[in-house]
């Protein structure tokens, strides 16, 4: 969350599952999701789809332990901002956060 904070995003929050964060999470401009594709219940990849089909475009990086779980967000997700394979620098994911805020 601190690496987060440092690239400007000041409201940084963390969720135990899509489901819980559907239930808390409120979205508004400047929003970034950090998504493992691999959650307790509904996935990443199943959370990014019901935030794009409810009407929000929010940038999303997916993140994943597994390299297939990433090419399977790829193929279901191109528009995802980064897939980035764990454990990665923090410089990675940093320079992704960045740009977004930037925008």
Request: one cysteine or more; proline letters at 4%.
């Amino acid at each position: 969350m601190r690496l987060v904070r440092s690239a400007g995003f000041v409201k940084v929050g963390t969720f135990n599952s899509a489901e819980d964060f559907l239930k808390h999470a409120v979205l508004e401009g400047g929003c970034l999701l950090i998504l493992d594709v691999l959650l307790p219940g509904k996935s990443g990849i199943e959370l990014q789809q019901h935030i794009r089909r409810s009407g929000l475009s929010v940038p999303v990086v997916f993140i994943s332990a597994q390299d297939h779980q990433l090419e399977s967000a790829r193929k279901q997700c191109p528009e995802a901002m980064a897939f980035l394979l764990k454990p990665f620098e923090e410089g990675e994911l940093l320079k992704v956060v960045r740009l977004v805020s930037q925008n």
